[in-house]
């Protein structure tokens, strides 16, 4: 019967998961932990038993196992549970529990039976009593060789045999009417061989287990509680206020397994890829974008307001939600910005840890970044002082003898036609077309990088030392978040299509004026090296203890403004059907939404539920023609007392940021993040006009002073607007230059484009070279809807100058710049560095916001 119940259950498995297959691996060598070890780290396998000799069973052999694979329940952990009374947290050994069901099956009454178990050790001994106990049972266990078996023998209800009786032992010693069970080892392996393969009951049981942890549940997350105090700490001591949970703790809370995270010190790691494998066929969330009206320097807070509307959403709505937000690069940390953790009662923690280095992404780009740039300038050089045969034969050298082609060397013939694998078979003119990638220095486009402001390096020459024979040329650095590696980071699905993406960069032209890429060079390995690690989204949590994921960060105005899609991938398989994951695009809707929707939705292929677009009174007032704002001077009445006027005037800029969401066929909620000095006059007049500009719903916010309590109303109208669905659809598919027109005319309401000379020679060679279907990044200033910082509001009627078309291809898409625009940001006058510094006694970070 239980064997029949086993294939039963099996089948509505599979039923259920096709593809699923429980797989028991058994261990019966002799270099037992290393195999054990393997196995604990190889996700195709979901239990694990070891068939060995007794005296190979020791504490170190056992507690070896991972106790989620442990299916006969030997380890200290599983044991644990079992005496503590968690047995649906546990394995426990089969044979008990086979025992146990047998004697109810047979309607055998445990309760104040007398129960003897003979000849078993550890783990079984352990689980039988336990189990026998629980059901109110007197429990004894003894050894054949034990001289007062007889007597135990005669007073037993219930015997069960752990191991072969031995001859001398009569049958008379156990009483007529005693139940006996036989688990011993040889008796149980004559079974099993005649009537079940022997993976089947713990394969099964194991496997269902798996599978069930697999599926959506809402989690049993432990929640952190605020005390919010008035007036708002800074955002570093609320931060230091909260001890955040144990990465590992958050990571099992929220269904990853042991195997899936790499730990980086007490609350961060990074999750392994192998979880969009094992979650394939679990159903997505929900998905929500944050975006914002055009940014001011008063700042409008949509970091805080995702960070505010998931805390919302999982601590307070008891719904899986995850929040995906870019990492911040050091350049707006120690410059003008400061952190990017969120604010108030509303931010990810540890903030320090979170704004800076992380786990070292950043550097991981700035380091395959220039390895590249590197590989450009010596090729040219290499090429410009050596012959077609010495050049030759130092990329292809003989080592002992031996002289062959590396892979990617071999990818490169076949890219050129030449179908030969013999580096001596190649012709003269061969080896010059291999050897020679003739790359025209007047069409490099790929920058060296530094995550630093540093203005200095908007412009230098290059190649200055006599060692560099004479070949210089004027270059430049661009801030790390620019480089497309980042852009290909935050847009790739995979390890193999980060790979591709990566060989796929275009850095220059030939001198016939076809691209030539970062595989022709020859460097796709080592970048895919160097990105390895980089490529797993880091696991953070908010301060009340709900998870985030922190990965990628491409800036807005010069790159495409939005987190990582194998963040969001990931997440919405964690969050499961009925949760919500919230991600953030960078500075205004014009901007970062219109990115996220025409770049990373192409890309990722998810469909967005719903767009949350966040406002602040203070800086509507800024956009109806309020006085500028200076860092470091009070803020002027207009924004501190009540002016509807101001308001109302601003809120065109908010009417028309609604009208772009509404281009995509996406509801929209407006959030309105509360500041004190706001009015509740001018807080209605900013909802009610939001409305009518078409918003689903239009909510004030308060969580940067109270936390998630104080974004429950805004996390329902966003349920409610995302189960209602959207519409969406992309804004374009048409050729390069109509793309441009396109963007500029419905989204930042311009009249038209002006094309620059050069603009318009770059897009010629685009789309003669085949990448006129990609979409595109416009870079642009964040600060106003034209191409001009000042014009605030709505600006109307003006030619949008396009002074420069460069192409991502890696990344996949055409970036045209807008105007004059700096891949180089600078420092202010007084940077945020002199507020910046370290307690060398207790080593916390302070001045860091």
Same mark, same amino acid.
């Given at each position: 019967?239980?064997?029949?119940?086993?294939?039963?259950?099996?089948?509505?498995?599979?039923?259920?998961?096709?593809?699923?297959?429980?797989?028991?691996?058994?261990?019966?060598?002799?270099?037992?932990?290393?195999?054990?070890?393997?196995?604990?780290?190889?996700?195709?396998?979901?239990?694990?038993?070891?068939?060995?000799?007794?005296?190979?069973?020791?504490?170190?052999?056992?507690?070896?196992?991972?106790?989620?694979?442990?299916?006969?329940?030997?380890?200290?952990?599983?044991?644990?549970?079992?005496?503590?009374?968690?047995?649906?947290?546990?394995?426990?050994?089969?044979?008990?529990?086979?025992?146990?069901?047998?004697?109810? &099956?047979?309607?055998?009454?445990?309760?104040?039976?007398?129960?003897?178990?003979? *000849?078993?050790?550890?783990?079984?001994?352990?689980?039988? #009593?336990?189990?026998?106990?629980?059901?109110?049972?007197?429990?004894?266990?003894?050894?054949? @060789?034990?001289?007062?078996?007889?007597?135990?023998?005669?007073?037993?209800?219930?015997?069960?045999?752990?191991?072969?009786?031995?001859?001398?032992?009569?049958?008379?010693?156990?009483?007529?009417?005693?139940?006996?069970?036989? !688990?011993?080892?040889?008796?149980?392996?004559?079974?099993?061989?005649?009537?079940?393969?022997?993976?089947?009951?713990?394969?099964?049981?194991?496997?269902?287990?798996?599978?069930?942890?697999?599926?959506?549940?809402?989690?049993?997350?432990?929640?952190?509680?605020?005390?919010?105090?008035?007036?708002?700490?800074?955002?570093?001591?609320?931060?230091?206020?909260?001890?955040? &949970?144990?990465?590992?703790?958050?990571?099992?809370?929220?269904?990853?397994?042991?195997?899936?995270?790499?730990?980086?010190?007490?609350?961060?790691?990074?999750?392994?890829?192998?979880?969009?494998?094992?979650? @394939?066929?679990?159903?997505?969330?929900?998905?929500?974008?944050?975006?914002?009206?055009?940014?001011?320097?008063?700042?409008?807070?949509?970091?805080?307001?995702?960070?505010?509307?998931?805390?919302?959403?999982?601590?307070?709505?008891?719904?899986?939600?995850?929040?995906?937000?870019?990492?911040?690069?050091?350049?707006?940390?120690?410059?003008?910005?400061?952190?990017?953790?969120?604010?108030?009662?509303?931010?990810?923690? $540890?903030?320090?840890?979170?704004?800076?280095?992380?786990? =070292?992404?950043?550097?991981?780009?700035?380091?395959?970044?220039?390895?590249?740039?590197?590989?450009?300038?010596?090729?040219?050089?290499?090429?410009?002082?050596?012959?077609?045969?010495?050049?030759?034969?130092?990329?292809?050298?003989?080592?002992?003898?031996?002289?062959?082609?590396?892979?990617?060397?071999?990818?490169?013939?076949?890219?050129?036609?030449?179908?030969?694998?013999?580096?001596?078979?190649?012709?003269?003119?061969?080896?010059?077309?291999?050897?020679?990638?003739?790359?025209?220095?007047?069409?490099?486009?790929?920058?060296?990088?530094?995550?630093?402001?540093?203005? %200095?390096?908007? &412009?230098?020459?290059?190649?200055?030392?006599?060692?560099?024979?004479?070949?210089?040329?004027?270059? #430049?650095?661009?801030?790390?978040?620019?480089?497309?590696?980042?852009?290909?980071?935050?847009? +790739?699905?995979?390890?193999?299509?980060?790979?591709?993406?990566?060989?796929?960069?275009?850095?220059?032209?030939?001198?016939?004026?076809?691209?030539?890429?970062?595989?022709?060079? *020859?460097?796709?390995?080592?970048?895919?090296?160097?990105?390895?690690?980089?490529?797993?989204?880091?696991?953070? #949590?908010?301060?009340?203890?709900?998870?985030?994921?922190?990965?990628?960060?491409?800036?807005?105005?010069?790159?495409?403004?939005?987190?990582?899609?194998?963040?969001?991938?990931?997440?919405?398989?964690?969050?499961?059907?009925?949760?919500?994951?919230?991600?953030?695009?960078?500075?205004?809707?014009?901007?970062?939404?219109?990115?996220?929707?025409?770049?990373? !939705?192409?890309?990722?292929?998810?469909?967005?539920?719903?767009?949350?677009?966040?406002?602040?009174?203070?800086?509507?007032?800024?956009?109806?023609?309020?006085?500028?704002?200076?860092?470091?001077?009070?803020?002027?009445?207009?924004?501190?007392?009540?002016?509807?006027?101001?308001?109302?005037?601003?809120?065109?800029?908010?009417?028309?940021?609604?009208?772009?969401?509404?281009?995509?066929?996406? $509801?929209?909620?407006?959030?309105?993040?509360?500041?004190?000095?706001?009015?509740?006059?001018?807080?209605?007049?900013?909802?009610?006009?939001?409305?009518?500009?078409?918003?689903?719903?239009?909510?004030?916010?308060?969580?940067?002073?109270?936390?998630?309590? =104080?974004?429950?109303?805004?996390?329902?109208?966003?349920?409610?607007?995302?189960?209602?669905?959207?519409?969406?659809?992309?804004?374009?598919?048409?050729?390069?230059?109509? &793309?441009?027109? +396109?963007?500029?005319?419905?989204?930042?309401?311009?009249?038209?484009?002006?094309?620059?000379?050069?603009?318009?020679?770059?897009?010629?060679?685009?789309?003669?070279?085949? %990448?006129?279907?990609?979409?595109?990044?416009?870079?642009?200033?964040?600060?106003?809807?034209?191409?001009?910082?000042?014009? @605030?509001?709505?600006?109307?009627?003006?030619?949008?100058?396009?002074?420069?078309?460069?192409?991502?291809?890696?990344?996949? %898409?055409?970036?045209?710049?807008?105007?004059?625009?700096?891949?180089?940001?600078?420092?202010?006058?007084?940077?945020?560095?002199?507020?910046?510094?370290?307690?060398?006694?207790?080593?916390?970070?302070?001045?860091?916001?």
């Amino acid at each position: 019967e239980v064997i029949q119940n086993s294939k039963e259950v099996l089948s509505l498995l599979q039923e259920k998961s096709p593809t699923f297959k429980p797989v028991l691996a058994i261990i019966q060598v002799s270099r037992i932990i290393d195999e054990i070890l393997k196995i604990n780290e190889d996700t195709r396998v979901h239990g694990l038993a070891l068939q060995i000799s007794e005296n190979s069973f020791s504490n170190k052999v056992l507690n070896a196992l991972k106790p989620e694979k442990d299916v006969d329940g030997v380890t200290d952990i599983n044991l644990g549970r079992l005496v503590r009374g968690d047995a649906h947290e546990c394995y426990v050994s089969p044979v008990a529990r086979a025992v146990i069901e047998l004697l109810e &099956k047979s309607g055998v009454n445990l309760d104040g039976k007398k129960m003897l178990v003979i *000849g078993a050790h550890g783990s079984l001994e352990a689980a039988l #009593q336990c189990l026998f106990q629980r059901r109110g049972s007197m429990t004894m266990s003894s050894q054949w @060789k034990t001289p007062q078996l007889q007597g135990k023998l005669l007073e037993a209800d219930i015997v069960v045999l752990g191991s072969p009786k031995p001859e001398e032992i009569p049958l008379s010693w156990i009483q007529p009417g005693t139940t006996v069970l036989n !688990c011993s080892h040889d008796f149980l392996s004559e079974l099993t061989n005649q009537i079940i393969n022997p993976l089947g009951l713990q394969g099964v049981g194991s496997g269902r287990r798996w599978l069930r942890e697999q599926q959506h549940a809402r989690w049993r997350l432990h929640c952190l509680k605020l005390q919010p105090l008035s007036p708002v700490p800074s955002d570093l001591e609320i931060s230091r206020a909260q001890t955040p &949970k144990a990465v590992e703790v958050l990571a099992k809370e929220i269904g990853l397994l042991a195997d899936e995270i790499e730990i980086y010190g007490k609350s961060k790691a990074k999750v392994r890829l192998s979880l969009l494998e094992r979650l @394939k066929d679990q159903a997505d969330g929900k998905y929500v974008l944050v975006a914002g009206i055009t940014p001011t320097p008063l700042g409008e807070g949509k970091s805080t307001v995702t960070v505010g509307l998931v805390q919302a959403l999982t601590a307070h709505l008891n719904i899986n939600s995850f929040a995906c937000l870019r990492q911040p690069s050091q350049g707006p940390t120690f410059g003008v910005k400061g952190g990017a953790a969120g604010g108030g009662y509303a931010q990810v923690i $540890p903030m320090e840890e979170f704004n800076l280095h992380l786990t =070292g992404d950043i550097h991981a780009i700035t380091a395959a970044n220039n390895l590249l740039a590197a590989a450009i300038d010596t090729r040219i050089l290499h090429e410009n002082t050596q012959t077609d045969k010495a050049l030759y034969n130092r990329l292809v050298p003989s080592v002992n003898g031996i002289r062959e082609f590396s892979s990617i060397q071999l990818a490169r013939l076949k890219k050129l036609g030449i179908n030969k694998t013999d580096p001596n078979a190649l012709t003269e003119e061969e080896i010059s077309k291999f050897a020679r990638l003739n790359i025209d220095p007047s069409t490099i486009t790929w920058q060296r990088v530094l995550d630093t402001n540093d203005r %200095f390096l908007r &412009k230098i020459t290059i190649g200055q030392a006599p060692t560099e024979k004479g070949y210089s040329r004027q270059a #430049q650095f661009d801030i790390a978040v620019a480089s497309e590696i980042m852009a290909v980071l935050a847009l +790739t699905d995979s390890l193999v299509d980060m790979k591709e993406r990566l060989g796929r960069m275009v850095v220059a032209s030939d001198k016939n004026g076809q691209p030539v890429t970062a595989e022709d060079l *020859g460097v796709t390995g080592a970048l895919t090296v160097l990105m390895k690690d980089a490529i797993k989204p880091n696991l953070m #949590q908010t301060l009340e203890g709900t998870p985030v994921f922190v990965h990628a960060g491409p800036f807005a105005n010069i790159a495409h403004g939005n987190s990582s899609v194998l963040a969001d991938k990931i997440a919405l398989k964690l969050v499961g059907e009925e949760g919500f994951v919230v991600t953030e695009a960078g500075f205004g809707a014009d901007i970062g939404m219109e990115k996220f929707f025409n770049i990373k !939705c192409r890309a990722s292929g998810l469909v967005p539920n719903a767009v949350v677009l966040v406002a602040t009174v203070r800086a509507l007032k800024m956009h109806g023609g309020g006085p500028s704002v200076t860092a470091g001077v009070p803020l002027k009445k207009e924004y501190t007392e009540e002016n509807i006027q101001l308001v109302a005037d601003g809120c065109c800029n908010l009417q028309k940021q609604i009208q772009i969401a509404q281009l995509f066929g996406v $509801p929209v909620i407006v959030a309105l993040n509360v500041f004190k000095t706001d009015t509740r006059a001018e807080i209605d007049l900013v909802c009610e006009l939001a409305k009518r500009a078409g918003a689903f719903d239009a909510v004030p916010c308060y969580h940067w002073s109270i936390g998630g309590k =104080g974004s429950v109303e805004l996390a329902r109208a966003v349920r409610d607007a995302a189960n209602k669905g959207s519409r969406f659809r992309f804004l374009y598919n048409l050729p390069i230059v109509e &793309k441009i027109r +396109t963007i500029a005319q419905a989204v930042y309401g311009a009249r038209d484009i002006e094309l620059s000379p050069e603009a318009q020679s770059k897009i010629d060679r685009y789309t003669q070279q085949g %990448f006129g279907n990609l979409p595109i990044c416009m870079a642009k200033t964040h600060l106003s809807l034209s191409h001009q910082p000042d014009k @605030k509001g709505v600006p109307r009627d003006f030619i949008l100058p396009i002074s420069d078309v460069r192409a991502s291809i890696g990344a996949g %898409f055409i970036y045209p710049l807008v105007g004059t625009m700096s891949t180089m940001p600078g420092l202010p006058t007084r940077p945020c560095f002199y507020d910046i510094d370290l307690d060398t006694e207790t080593e916390q970070v302070k001045g860091l916001f």
